[in-house]
């Protein structure tokens, strides 16, 4: 019997309309497009603007996105996982709210949280049920309503970070296509650097907390700009050559879009020209979980079956990971 293995068959997305540009930034706080531009690469970022809307309802317009071009009815689908730091409330599970937004009822959903490892984390766990041969079609959506938790009197996160969803299917294969290894990591001293102080059972809501501003993002940059810079590199690495793949044999680097210098330092580590990475946080800023899938869903069409593809991803907590997988369809 031939080999199972997790293929991603489709790639789905949304955008929210409103573009927040670095000039608007620049009027919130003491920062220009330049810096930005020369620091991050960043030079504009998707926001969630309409009111009453959530993380759900992106990342429900990508699933019903992914859908309609993969052909796939909202019953066939086996489980939905939704790769979120931004849930629509601490529960139920946006997942859940996803699923039954896209009329998926025959299938069970939760939440994963891994940060901006979120996307590579769920790809991992996905793998796990389709190579088993239990389930047919995992969807797997990542979305992210980052301006929800980034306080914009805060010069060193608001820049970073736009709001959108992406989302794949993921599906058997017994061709030489799909998920081929991956490599995930963590070590919880990070959580230092990068975390929400208040909300949590640690430090529960309150009207201090609130008069504090804790319930926001909080970042020591050059901290995490040094694991970043280190880990991810070195295991986008780390899997090239344990599979002996050389620089030239790798199609696609598909790298979580943080940092110009971090993208560009795991490039350069795995020894692949710019022409090979797959980049467009200049439009969409940092969107946590869904920058790998977007980028997936941007450069779709450059696909070709068989590709050798590395996803490489860094988080708070801190989590990293890279994936090797071979592309599974030829986009028209």
Not at 15 to 36: A, C, F, G, Q
Not at 91 to 107: D, G, Q, S, V, Y
Request: hydrophobic share 40%.
């Amino acid at each position: 019997m031939a080999n199972i293995r997790a293929a991603i068959t489709g790639v789905g997305a949304y955008l929210p309309e409103y573009r927040l540009t670095n000039e608007e930034i620049s009027k919130m706080v003491d920062t220009s497009d330049e810096w930005i531009m020369q620091r991050i690469g960043i030079k504009e970022r998707r926001i969630l603007k309409e009111e009453g809307k959530a993380t759900s309802d992106m990342g429900a317009r990508a699933v019903e996105n992914l859908l309609e071009k993969t052909g796939t009815s909202p019953e066939e689908v086996d489980m939905l996982i939704c790769a979120t730091i931004t849930p629509d409330m601490n529960l139920p599970a946006t997942a859940n709210i996803i699923a039954h937004k896209t009329n998926i009822h025959n299938a069970w959903s939760f939440d994963l949280n891994a940060a901006c490892s979120g996307f590579i984390f769920s790809l991992s766990t996905a793998t796990q049920f389709i190579e088993s041969g239990r389930y047919k079609k995992v969807v797997i959506v990542a979305a992210e309503k980052m301006s929800s938790i980034i306080n914009y009197e805060d010069r060193t996160t608001c820049p970073l970070f736009g709001d959108g969803a992406a989302a794949v299917l993921v599906e058997p294969s017994t061709e030489d296509v799909g998920v081929i290894d991956y490599i995930n990591r963590v070590d919880g001293l990070g959580r230092h650097h990068l975390h929400i102080k208040a909300g949590g059972s640690l430090k529960p809501a309150s009207e201090e907390t609130v008069k504090n501003k804790e319930h926001y993002l909080y970042q020591e940059g050059q901290a995490v700009f040094k694991a970043a810079v280190s880990s991810m590199a070195d295991v986008a690495a780390e899997i090239m050559e344990k599979h002996n793949i050389s620089s030239e044999d790798v199609a696609w680097l598909v790298p979580h879009q943080a940092n110009m210098r971090i993208i560009e330092a795991t490039a350069r580590r795995m020894g692949i020209s710019k022409k090979q990475v797959m980049i467009n946080i200049r439009k969409y800023g940092n969107t946590t979980a869904a920058t790998i899938p977007l980028c997936l869903w941007d450069y779709e069409k450059q696909l070709k079956k068989g590709d050798n593809i590395i996803l490489a991803a860094f988080g708070a907590g801190f989590t990293w990971g890279s994936t090797y997988l071979k592309w599974a369809y030829d986009s028209e």
